[in-house]
C-alpha cells in the first residue's frame, strides 16, 4: 500500500495526553516523521526519525512505532498544541513520498 | 537561521506553464536534497518532486511527471519547479523544503498557484 491513514480529528483535555496515529504498510520498514500546522503556516516538523525531536520542540512530543503504526503522543497537550498534525514517510518502494491525510487536535 | 523564499505562483489558464523559485540561504545548499510540496485549499500536503544534491537523481509524484521539471543552482543557492500542461488540480499552495534524510527540517512560507480560467 502507498497510503498513510490518519483519524481526521482527534480531542484532548487542556493538559491530558493524547496519542494521534498513521497506519500504513511503509510503516513496517521506516519511520514516520510528524509535522504540525497551525491555521495559515507552514508545517513544522515535530518528531522525526526512530526517537529524534528538531531543537525547539519540546520533550512534550514524542514518538512511537509498532508494526504498520507509527504514533504521536503529546502529553500535558496545550492551547497552543492545536492545529493539524500530519504524519509522513516513504511508500514501499521508496521512491515515493507519502503523507498521511491529517488529524486536526483540538484542546477542549 | 535557515530561509527559504518561495516566488513566482500566480493565476494562470489550463494548459498554461509557471516557473517557481526557492531562494535559499543560512545553510550549504548543495549538502541537502531539495523537495517542492503542495497544498491545495482546505486539503493536505502533498509531495510533489524531489531533487538530489547535484540535480540527479530526481523523482516525481506521478500526477506530475512528464509536466513538470524541477531542477537547482547551487551555485546561486536556488531550486526551481518549471510548471507546464497546468491543469485545475494544479491549483495549491507549493512549498519547498529542505531533506534532511527523509523528513523536512525546514520550510518556506509557500508560493500560490491558481489554475482557472
Known amino acids: 500500500s502507498s497510503e498513510l491513514t490518519q483519524d481526521p480529528a482527534v480531542s484532548v483535555a487542556l493538559g491530558q495526553t493524547v496519542r494521534i496515529t498513521c497506519q500504513g504498510d511503509?510503516?513496517?520498514?521506516?519511520?514516520a516523521s510528524w509535522y504540525r500546522q497551525k491555521p495559515g503556516q507552514a508545517p513544522v516538523l515535530v518528531f522525526f526519525g526512530k526517537n529524534s525531536r528538531p531543537s525547539g520542540i519540546p520533550d512534550r512530543f514524542s514518538g512511537s512505532s509498532s508494526g504498520d503504526t507509527a504514533s504521536l503522543t503529546i502529553t500535558g497537550a496545550q492551547a497552543g498544541d492545536e492545529a493539524e498534525y500530519y504524519c509522513?514517510?516513504?511508500?514501499?518502494?521508496?521512491?515515493?513520498?507519502?503523507f498521511g491525510g491529517g488529524t486536526k487536535l483540538t484542546v477542549l | 537561521q535557515v530561509q527559504l523564499v518561495e516566488s513566482g505562483g500566480g493565476l494562470v489558464k489550463p494548459g498554461g506553464s509557471l516557473r517557481l523559485s526557492c531562494a535559499a540561504s543560512?545553510?550549504?545548499?548543495?549538502?541537502?536534497?531539495m523537495t517542492w510540496i503542495r497544498q491545495a485549499p482546505g486539503k493536505g500536503l502533498e509531495w510533489v518532486s524531489s531533487i538530489s544534491f547535484s540535480g540527479a537523481p530526481i523523482y516525481y509524484t506521478d500526477s506530475v511527471r512528464g509536466r513538470f521539471t524541477i531542477s537547482r543552482d547551487n551555485a546561486n543557492n536556488s531550486l526551481y519547479l518549471q510548471m507546464s500542461s497546468l491543469r485545475a488540480e494544479d491549483t495549491a499552495l507549493y512549498y519547498c523544503?529542505?531533506?534532511?534524510?527523509?523528513?523536512?527540517?525546514?520550510w518556506g512560507q509557500g508560493t500560490l498557484v491558481t489554475v482557472s480560467s
Open positions: 509522513q514517510s516513504r511508500d514501499i518502494s521508496g521512491n515515493y513520498v507519502i
Open positions: 523544503a529542505r531533506d534532511h534524510g527523509g523528513w523536512y527540517d525546514f
Open positions: 511503509s510503516l513496517r520498514n521506516s519511520y
Open positions: 543560512k545553510f550549504v545548499f548543495s549538502n541537502y536534497y
